[in-house]
């Protein structure tokens, strides 16, 4: 069983910038590869970034390209998202997520079936 924590959400003005972090237990952390989800009101959850475990591939969804980055310290079984140039589209409940995978160089484009889901970080931008 996987554990995940995420934080670091918050309130924030329209071209800020946010850092979320979620803190893995319960599993070799470099056995997993993870991803961002979110869910805003009245609409359905949306990946928004995934690193294979090697952290080598990456891939976010068009609306977040160039702005979020995302991360992982396998050492300190963290990843996390830097969320640049926040827009009030933004806004919503950031979920973080992983998945056992046997490779390390996983190709995670398109990747939405994920094993362990965390609580989940409120994330509001006002315009």
């Known amino acids: 069983q996987v554990q995940l924590v995420e934080s670091g959400g918050g309130l924030v003005q329209a071209g800020g910038s946010l850092r979320l972090s979620c803190a893995a237990s319960?599993?070799?952390?470099?056995?997993?590869?993870m991803g961002w989800f979110r869910q805003a009101p009245g609409k359905e959850r949306e990946v928004v970034a995934a690193?294979?475990?090697?952290?080598?591939?990456?891939a976010y969804a068009d609306s977040v390209k160039g702005r979020f980055t995302i991360s992982r310290e396998n050492a300190k079984n963290t990843v996390y998202l830097q969320m640049n140039s926040l827009k009030p589209e933004d806004t919503a409940v950031y979920y973080c997520?992983?998945?056992?995978?046997?490779?390390?160089?996983?190709?995670?484009?398109?990747?939405?079936?994920?094993?362990?889901w965390g609580q989940g970080t409120q994330v509001t931008v006002s315009s």
């Open positions: 997520a992983a998945k056992i995978s046997i490779y390390y160089h996983e190709n995670v484009s398109g990747l939405k079936t994920y094993d362990y």
């Open positions: 690193i294979s475990r090697s952290g080598v591939n990456t």
């Open positions: 319960g599993r070799t952390f470099s056995s997993l590869v």
